[in-house]
């Protein structure tokens, strides 16, 4: 990953965020009309990589296969504002789908909510695995300018 030398956070504090932080991701891609979409996804940061899990019959997966390149931010939702966000190259896969879901549960649900575990666990054939590899990244924080 490539570090933009603006960036405020130094690596190993931009990892650490995005290790801890329960934001969900949002990638930016091109629609059918080249005009540029946001979505949201929950996400795991594991040893340089964002994974993410979307349904195969998913708009998303359906672009995804035609443009490997996205915009991704993992911001705060209230400030003060910090985040990270950057230039990425994706991959899919119907592999390993299980256990991907299972730690974006594990993250986002935690033990509540069985019902919805369940149900998307019981998707997980048809689900892609997205591996979202970062290769340029920035990082902004506004905790200086906006103190609670």
């Known amino acids: 990953m490539q570090l933009n ?6 690596e190993p504090k931009i990892v650490q ?12 891609f091109l629609d059918k009309a080249n005009e540029p979409l ?13 994974w993410c899990a ?9 672009r995804l296969k ?10 705060t939702n209230d400030y003060p504002y910090k985040g990270v966000r950057g230039k ?3 991959e899919l896969s119907m592999l390993n789908t299980e ?12 033990s509540g909510n069985a019902q919805l575990s369940s149900w998307l666990l019981s998707r997980a054939d048809d689900e892609y695995v997205i591996k ?3 290769k340029t990244v920035n990082s902004w924080d506004f905790s200086h300018r906006m103190k609670k």
Do not use: M
């Open 5 to 10: 030398p603006k960036s405020p956070w130094d």
């Open 54 to 62: 979307s349904h195969k019959n998913s708009f998303l997966v359906s």
């Open 88 to 90: 990425a190259e994706v």
């Open 38 to 50: 946001i979505c949201s996804l929950w996400y795991q940061y594991e040893n340089g990589v964002l």
């Open 132 to 134: 979202i590899t970062p």
């Open 99 to 110: 256990s991907t879901l299972s730690k974006l549960i594990a993250k986002y649900l935690g």
């Open 17 to 28: 965020f995005l290790e801890t932080s329960e934001f969900p991701i949002r990638l930016a």
């Open 66 to 75: 035609n443009n490997k390149k996205i915009g991704f931010e993992v911001s």
